[in-house]
């Protein structure tokens, strides 16, 4: 299987200093701050980051369940809110998923979305903080 390579560099006090995170495929390259992570501030963070692979593993693994499942899935959108805590420690990561699947059951649908929620690598990975997770069909 693939070995995946990000890398973080870090200059200067935790305040007043400035960091830079990149993917090793350089499809993403930008900055990290104090501010960005703990305030509001320009540039991205660690939390975000794992959102957004977490909601993109999650979607990806749902559209394999569905599949796997006799289905076509048209669509599978998912964000993730990654809540940050005192600690600080990521407290909660809430997914909100919506797909369009023609031919799904609601019931049938939440089944597989949960099966994703627990099985995707990202949330295994993830394991420690709560997961939570909200998915919608649209028809």
């Known amino acids: 299987m693939a070995i995946r390579t990000s890398s973080a560099e870090w200059k200067g006090t935790l305040q007043d ?12 390259e930008g900055p990290f701050t104090f501010k960005s992570r703990f305030e509001s501030g320009s540039g991205t963070n660690p939390e975000e980051l ?3 692979a977490h909601a993109g593993c999650f979607s990806m693994f749902l559209s394999a369940l ?21 600690g600080p420690t990521i407290t909660l990561i809430e997914l909100n998923t ?16 949960e099966a994703a929620k627990q099985d995707c690598p990202v949330s295994k ?5 709560d997961i939570k997770l909200e998915a919608t069909l649209v028809e």
């Open 125 to 129: 990975a993830l394991a420690g903080p």
């Open 17 to 28: 200093g400035g960091g830079t995170m990149k993917l090793g495929s350089g499809g993403y």
């Open 98 to 113: 919506q797909a369009e699947v023609p031919g799904l059951a609601e019931a049938e649908f939440k089944q597989h979305a």
């Open 50 to 52: 794992i959102g957004a």
């Open 66 to 86: 569905l599949t796997e499942a006799g289905f076509t899935p048209t669509r599978v959108a998912t964000t993730a809110k990654v809540h940050l805590g005192e």
